[in-house]
């Protein structure tokens, strides 16, 4: 009997890489796990270190360091590489060096014959996102990034610490841009199947609106915080990647809140934001559309326009 290994090709084995590869490992996330960084003595070694762990782990996942050619059979092409940010460096000048550096990824991995799903986390995730939907030529369903699924989390977690409730049991989303100009869209937060702001009004001051306001600050502020006590964040994301792949692998046709190529929902196209999407393994099957008030429909647009100026900005 002939069965379909899952593998998954991973470019860039940095600090967010390695804790999505640590992570698919303890959650036996594929079969096969290739690791590709243009330091390849790092990936060897950091194959080694995983591998290693593998008597530990629920998976006998094969790990090894390679290189695009791998990406010819693979499920799932996983990016997490890019480079930093220099002092003094603009916004634009970053994102136009890191296209170069998409350039040198997805041009070889399409070129090895690869036609499965391409997974972006390299920041500002949805620009970056939509050019690698550009260099690689593939339907865009095909292409998404890891968006506010990690934001949403962070929502969840906040809002069940608030209403003491298990956070799997809030349903709240976080869209728009991975940044600053990222919103929550309150008309649409449940727990369970009531209406947070109605929750608030009918509970007699016990919760309240401007809570949620300062919730939503918290979420968009997460990530500066914990780089400014730890330098960098990762561990979250990681996770949040091989939530993501799980779905893709499992056709679990989950709801998350991936970076998705607009096609007129919300009033926008060819922008890619982070936005309610079924995920299975066509990669996003379809986005799920909410029904926004116009204040919030309207932040949205702003949000788009952020991204849709900067990704004007870059040549490819």
């Known amino acids: 009997m002939i069965v379909h290994k899952r593998k998954v090709v991973l470019v860039g084995a940095g600090m967010v890489g390695m804790s999505f590869a640590y992570s698919a490992l303890n959650q036996a996330i594929c079969d ?11 990936a060897q070694g950091e194959a080694m270190d995983l591998n290693h762990g593998v008597a530990f782990s629920p998976s006998s996942m094969k790990i090894y360091a ?23 460096e603009s916004r634009l000048e970053l994102l136009q060096r890191n296209t170069q550096v998409f350039g040198s990824i997805i041009e070889p991995v399409v070129r090895s014959g690869f036609s499965g799903i391409f997974l972006v986390a390299t920041n ?17 369903n095909r292409v998404f990034g890891t968006g506010t ?5 962070r929502l969840r977690y906040l809002l069940g610490e ?5 956070p799997r049991n809030m349903h709240a989303y976080v869209i728009g841009e991975h940044g600053d100009s990222e919103f929550v869209p309150w008309s649409q937060a449940m727990l369970a199947t009531k209406s947070v702001v109605d929750i608030c009004e009918q509970s007699g001051g016990k919760f309240c609106v401007e809570e949620m306001q300062r919730i939503s600050t918290q979420v968009r502020e997460a990530a500066q915080k914990i780089i400014e006590a730890k330098k960098a964040t990762y561990y979250g994301i990681g996770m ?3 939530r993501i792949v799980r779905a893709v692998f499992s056709g679990e046709n989950s709801v998350l809140t991936v970076s998705a190529r607009l096609r007129g929902e919300y009033g926008q196209k060819d922008v890619y934001a982070g936005v309610p999407c079924l995920v299975n393994r066509n ?4 986005l799920l559309e909410l029904n926004l008030t116009e204040e919030e429909r309207k932040l949205f647009a702003d949000s ?5 100026e900067n990704y004007e900005g870059i040549s490819l």
Do not use: H, W
């Open 66 to 88: 390679g290189g695009y050619e791998d990406a010819s059979d693979a499920d799932i092409v996983v990016i997490c590489a890019g480079v930093n940010q220099k002092p003094g």
């Open 304 to 308: 788009c326009n952020i991204l849709q």
């Open 283 to 286: 990669g996003v099957d379809r």
């Open 124 to 140: 500002p995730v949805d620009i970056m996102t939509r050019v690698a939907y550009e260099l690689s030529g593939f339907n865009s």
């Open 149 to 153: 699924t990690l934001d949403t989390a």
């Open 240 to 242: 949040a990647m091989s």
């Open 32 to 42: 096969e796990l290739v690791l590709v960084d243009i330091d390849r003595k790092r």
């Open 162 to 166: 608030y209403f003491s409730v298990d």
